[in-house]
Each structure stands twice: as C-alpha cells, then as structure tokens.
Nanobody, 118 residues
Framework: QVQLVESGGGLVQPGGSLRLACAASGSIFSIYAMDWYRQAPGKQRELVAAITSFGSTNYADSVKGRFTISRDNAKNTVYLQMNTLKPEDTAVYYC????????????WGPGTLVTVSS
C-alpha cells in the first residue's frame, strides 16, 4: 500500500506565497509522474502542474510564471511553490502520483486547503 500526504496549505493574502509538499510512503519501487491538481468550490478538479521522473514539467496556463513544481526522488516528495497568489487560486490542492509498488497504479492524497484572501 502507498500513502500520499500533502502539507503546506493555509491562508495567505493576495500576492503572497505558499509552498506545498506531498510525501509518498509505503511499498514503493518507483514513482513516475507526480502531479498537483486543485478543486475550487463548485468546480471540477483541474490539473495545475505535472513533473515526470526525469524532471520534465507542464503547467496550466493560469499558473504559468507563478507556480513551480519540483521533486526530490530520494525523498519521494513533490513540491509546489506558489507565488503571486490570487483569490482565484483558492482551492483544495491534491497530489497525485503514478507508483510502481505492489502493482502499478495512481494514488491520490487527501488534499490540503489553500485560501487566498485579504
């Protein structure tokens, strides 16, 4: 079994920054893509940023230039540095990872709430 746990969410003023982290633990042989998604109230979950095991990245247009995804393969951890936050970034942020453990499958974390408000 594999568990993902996000951390780093909270309340921040517009223009501020937050750094999210997501650590994977359990029976892990390899982790392939690691992604951050978000879901705002009343909206569908959307992909925010993705990173492959080789470090290639991809971002939603709405966060390009403001968010940076990175990963530490030795720690099985993915990060999301969020700068110049806007009220529309308010959402629950979820980590997703494609893991080769006791079988290959995609795992989700429980989510962490980010609120951007003055």
């Amino acid at each position: 079994q594999v568990q993902l746990v996000e951390s780093g969410g909270g309340l921040v003023q517009p223009g501020g920054s937050l750094r999210l982290a997501c650590a994977a633990s359990g029976s892990i042989f390899s982790i392939y893509a690691m992604d951050w998604y978000r879901q705002a109230p009343g909206k569908q979950r959307e992909l925010v940023a993705a990173i492959t095991s080789f470090g290639s990245t991809n971002y939603a247009d709405s966060v390009k230039g403001r968010f940076t995804i990175s990963r530490d393969n030795a720690k099985n951890t993915v990060y999301l540095q969020m700068n110049t936050l806007k009220p529309e970034d308010t959402a629950v942020y979820y980590c997703n990872a494609d893991v080769d453990g006791l079988g290959y499958r995609s795992y989700w974390g429980p989510g962490t709430l980010v609120t951007v408000s003055s």
